[in-house]
């Protein structure tokens, strides 16, 4: 039996799965963190150096895009980010208190096929009173879940880099 290579045409027939779940939307997100608690969008940029400082404090190699940021009326902070799972982005979003802790987080979309259990309320709420100067180290003080090692691990590295960029910026404004 001879082997043919594949031509475009017949890449192009073979199907394509994707999977992607989406939870909550921003606005319910929002809603859910922080009731009818007024949100402002702030415009934020982060410099060349300021994204360096990020991701030498927590290991996340893909730049902040900081284009989902709100203050809240009172005190505190909603910020949507993304971090790589196994293969796909996993949107989140995390409420910061007055004080800088992390008073909840939310995963928005998740687009992997397994490992869907970061979603789980038990696991994220590991992270609320978290702060920077917490280690937040996965099987340290935020524990694994096994068969969502990665998942766990860079939702944990995100939550991490949302606390830093708080110190680093987001306190002042």
């Not at 982060?46 to 809240?72: C, W």
């Not at 909840?104 to 789980?120: F, I, K, P």
């Not at 879940?145 to 110190?167: C, E, F, N, P």
Request: charged share 20%; glycine share 8%.
């Amino acid at each position: 039996m001879q082997w043919k290579p594949l031509t475009i045409a017949a890449l192009s027939a073979l199907p394509v799965v994707a999977h992607c779940t989406v939870y909550l939307s921003v606005q319910q997100a929002q809603q859910q963190m922080f009731g009818t608690a007024g949100l402002q969008r702030v415009v934020v940029s982060l410099s060349e150096a300021q994204q360096k400082t990020l991701k030498r404090s927590t290991g996340i190699y893909h730049p902040l895009k900081a284009d989902q940021v709100y203050k809240v009326a009172g005190g505190g902070w909603f910020v949507v980010d993304q971090v790589l799972g196994k293969h796909e982005m996993i949107t989140y979003a995390v409420g910061l208190n007055a004080d800088g802790s992390v008073k909840q987080v939310e995963v928005l979309e998740y687009r992997e096929t397994y490992g869907g259990q970061v979603r789980d309320e038990s696991w994220r709420n590991q992270f609320v009173g978290k702060t920077a100067s917490d280690a937040l180290k996965l099987n340290q003080d935020i524990r694994n879940i096994s068969g969502a090692t990665l998942s766990s691990r860079h939702l944990t590295d995100g939550v991490k880099r949302i606390l830093h960029w708080y110190q680093l910026q987001l306190k002042a404004l």
